[in-house]
């Protein structure tokens, strides 16, 4: 496998090689932007989905991962996470890629992985040492996630300013996540950013469309494009946004950010904490429906039917049934019903929402 190097410093990351995943025009280009500025001295590191082919106005979708996902050479050196580099945040960035064919994807990673596996979202809200959040009124979450974006965009484009180079990544025996290579020595590509052709048969990146609509267009521009998707531990990012809406709604700066979300995704929320794992304060849920978000809500038996942490199924029917009664536009969908809950089931739920 091709050594990949990817720099940055929090005050400007650059892109040292590209890789890239799909074929044709599925086709999608991966960046790793690395210590993106937010709001102080908050960073994240931010990877990058640009899809080949893109329709004006350019659609987002931002996603916060869960608990063991991280890179995928970081979840190899890992005994407790080697067996999932399945759901690396490489290959979660792909299957979001083909999940939203054509919008740009941007994957924040935790500032902190205590112990390796759990992601902790210091930067959008309190948490403990394992990540569980101390939910509050406020801006802090909003105002985080509006510059860490409008940073990384501004960082991505002054990467493919810089002429970053196109960097392919080369399949030995098996991908990480256990595929055979086919005859042609590539992988499918639902398995991931792998691809056997040469890399210089990708486009240039600053000719990638959505990388031309960005360049053009700021990132919370427009009403109704953004997609926030959160998974497991992502999920707390969520509910944080809910408990400020009210005062990111009354914020100038703030307002088109609230404006330009969509839908949002839960998709098998859960964190170590005793309570909290969904929302279920009515003020935060009606300002939710009050600005026309519609809600999406995937879960697995994994969390919401653990007799050991009862409350999660609790707050997520509660969630559901209070946003109902204030008319919000609701979909909800239990997967793997019939089957044993299990760890394998809850990452599985990336691939079937």
């Known amino acids: 496998m091709a050594d ?20 044709g025009e599925a086709r999608v280009a991966l960046l790793r932007l690395v210590g993106v500025a937010g709001v102080g001295a908050c960073t994240n590191d931010v990877l990058v989905a640009c899809p ?15 608990d063991i996902q991280g890179y995928r050479d970081e979840m190899a050196a890992s005994p407790d996470s080697a067996r999932w580099q399945r759901w690396s945040l490489e290959e979660t960035a792909c299957l979001l890629a083909r999940r939203f064919p054509g919008r740009c994807v941007w994957l924040v990673r935790a500032s902190r992985m205590h112990l390796h596996k759990f992601s902790c979202y210091d930067n959008f809200v309190p948490s403990n040492m394992f990540g569980a959040p101390e939910h509050a009124s406020g801006r802090t979450a909003f105002s985080h996630l509006h510059r860490l974006l409008s940073n990384a965009r501004a960082e991505l484009l002054g990467a493919t300013r810089d002429g970053s180079e196109a960097g392919d ?36 990146l600053s000719n990638v ?12 521009s427009r009403p109704r494009t953004v997609t926030l998707v959160g998974f497991s531990k992502g999920c ?6 809910l408990y400020e809406l009210a005062a990111a709604q009354g ?14 995704y839960w998709l098998d929320g859960g964190h ?16 939710l429906h009050t600005a026309g978000v519609d809600v999406r809500v995937h879960v697995t038996p994994y969390q919401v039917c653990d007799p050991m942490r009862a409350w999660i199924g609790k707050e997520q029917r509660k969630f559901i049934s209070v946003l109902q009664e204030f008319g919000a536009t ?17 990452f599985r739920i990336l691939e079937n929402f």
């Open 209 to 220: 469309d959505s990388v031309a609509l960005l360049r053009s267009e700021e990132f919370f």
């Open 4 to 23: 990949i190097y990817l720099a940055g410093l929090t005050s400007h990351c650059c892109c040292r090689q590209t890789m890239w995943c799909g074929s």
């Open 272 to 287: 170590s904490g005793g309570r909290d794992t969904w929302v279920t304060c009515s003020d935060a849920l009606r300002q």
């Open 330 to 346: 609701v979909t909800e969908q239990i997967h793997f019903e019939k089957e044993a809950s299990s760890l394998e089931n809850h």
């Open 52 to 66: 080949v082919t893109a329709e004006s106005p350019l659609r987002h979708v931002v996603y916060f991962p869960g």
């Open 251 to 264: 914020d100038a700066t703030l307002a088109p950010v609230v404006g330009a979300v969509r839908d949002m």
């Open 169 to 204: 990544w080369h399949s030995t025996a098996s991908g990480p996540s256990g595929a055979p290579p086919t005859t042609d020595g590539s992988r499918d590509e639902t398995s991931g950013p792998v691809v056997g052709e040469d890399a210089r048969s990708a486009p240039e």
């Open 236 to 241: 707390v990012v969520l509910n944080q946004l």
